[in-house]
């Protein structure tokens, strides 16, 4: 079965706001193959970008857009085309949004395999993958606090057992800090686990302060306190910190994410299948924090297709959980028609093949960049 297109599908609402709200615009691949059948991918980046990292013609060597790199190669061979991407880019990238790139097409090709061996992603990834996923609701900051009951309330009455606040005002007041993260904790009750997202906003320093402060509120982690790269500091926080530190969403290498686990010793790795190289890389991230005691938990802001693939991931994991947009956006909610259902903070996974999306293509065509 060979590759015989890969499709860049672009979408962008009509007004996108200077907000943390990455589902305002998004890009998936479709790749073709020579049978009809074709599978579906996400990537998480600055889509237009990335968008000519895919569609860019044939070049002189090792400049190619990834598409032309990949045509005509077999489907079923991923670790070829992984390979082939590496080198066919290498002037341009491995890394950044050439990786971002790559990960669409991976998971496009992981969702080939299961449709082609009938199974579901999951099951081909492992033997033990369960059909249950426990998933969290990811939701920014409001303005002020006492904006906060009603988002926390209809998220108790949906029967979320998790709930994530992130980024919005969070930062520069450490009295507004605290006071959203204790009306969260006041709306949500004792009984539900809630996670802050900081939103890189802090150096060490004021991290340590912050979680002097925000530790009687039984956070089950605080997410991205510094940058991302100062592997230094997550070491510090690490080991210092009462509460679980969670980081590396925004990381693209495996080397990176490497040494996010090995040095900075985060609790909480948060790969994102859109930008790490797909369900590829997420195996080897998974085996290592599995070595050294680190809980997987995808990170997953975009459209069905990356909530599918986080869910299928999350699903071989040995403590399963991924974060569930709540975003708003019609490119969060309606793009992708799938059948994951959602109960009691709970996602049941089909035995649909492959990842079981598909795209709804009035949604599709009203947001389409041409
Ligand atoms: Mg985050």
Same mark, same amino acid.
């Given at each position: 079965m060979k590759i015989t297109k890969v499709e860049a599908l672009h979408f962008r609402l009509p007004v996108v706001r200077e907000i943390a709200d990455g589902t305002q615009d998004c890009l998936l691949v479709q790749v073709h193959t020579d049978t009809g059948i074709t599978g579906l991918g996400e990537i998480v980046s600055c889509s237009y970008v990335a968008r000519a990292v895919i569609e860019a013609p044939r070049s002189a060597p090792f400049r190619h857009g990834l598409g032309k790199i990949v045509e005509g190669m077999s489907a079923g061979k991923i670790d070829l085309a992984t390979q082939a991407m590496i080198d066919g880019s290498i002037w341009y990238g491995p890394g950044g949004v050439v990786r971002h790139a790559m990960s669409g097409i991976d998971m496009a090709l992981w969702d080939i395999r299961g449709k082609i061996s009938d199974q579901p992603v999951r099951n081909l990834l492992s033997q033990t993958?369960?059909?249950?996923?426990?998933?969290?609701?990811?939701?920014?900051?409001?303005?002020?606090?006492?904006e906060i009951a009603v988002s926390a309330e209809s998220f108790l009455e949906q029967g979320y057992k998790s709930v994530k606040y992130g980024w919005g005002p969070?930062?520069?007041?450490?009295?507004?800090?605290?006071?959203?993260?204790?009306?969260?904790?006041?709306?949500?009750?004792? @009984? *539900?686990? /809630?996670?802050?997202?900081?939103?890189?906003? &802090?150096? $060490?320093?004021? #991290?340590?302060?912050?979680?002097?402060? %925000?530790?009687?509120?039984?956070?089950?982690?605080?997410?991205?306190?510094?940058?991302?790269?100062?592997?230094?500091?997550?070491?510090?926080?690490?080991?210092n910190s009462p509460i679980p530190i969670a980081s590396g969403e925004m990381l693209t290498l495996q080397k990176d994410l490497k040494q996010l686990i090995i040095q900075g010793k985060v609790s909480v790795v948060q790969p994102d299948l859109g930008r790490i190289g797909g369900f590829s890389v997420?195996? @080897? *991230?998974? /085996?290592?924090?599995?070595?050294?005691?680190? &809980?997987? $938990?995808?990170? #997953?802001?975009?459209?069905?297709?990356? %909530?599918?693939?986080?869910?299928?991931?999350?699903?071989?994991?040995?403590?399963?959980?991924?974060?569930?947009?709540?975003?708003?956006?019609?490119?969060?909610?309606?793009?992708?028609?799938?059948?994951?259902?959602?109960?009691?903070?709970?996602?049941?996974?089909?035995?649909?093949?492959?990842m079981g999306v598909t795209l709804n293509n009035h949604i599709a065509e009203k947001y389409r960049v041409s």
């Open positions: 993958a369960v059909d249950r996923v426990p998933c969290y609701a990811s939701v920014l900051w409001p303005n002020r606090p006492e969070m930062g520069p007041d450490a009295a507004l800090d605290e006071s959203l993260v204790a009306s969260a904790r006041e709306a949500l009750g004792t @009984e *539900i686990d /809630l996670m802050v997202d900081a939103g890189r906003v &802090w150096d $060490v320093e004021t #991290a340590h302060s912050r979680i002097e402060q %925000l530790k009687k509120y039984n956070l089950c982690w605080l997410e991205e306190p510094l940058n991302p790269y100062d592997i230094k500091g997550y070491k510090e926080l690490s080991a997420a195996q @080897e *991230i998974g /085996l290592l924090a599995q070595e050294t005691g680190s &809980w997987t $938990v995808p990170h #997953a802001f975009g459209t069905g297709v990356l %909530l599918a693939a986080s869910a299928q991931w999350a699903a071989t994991r040995q403590k399963p959980l991924t974060e569930f947009t709540r975003a708003s956006s019609p490119l969060a909610q309606e793009l992708v028609l799938h059948d994951i259902t959602f109960k009691d903070g709970m996602l049941t996974l089909s035995n649909a093949p492959g």
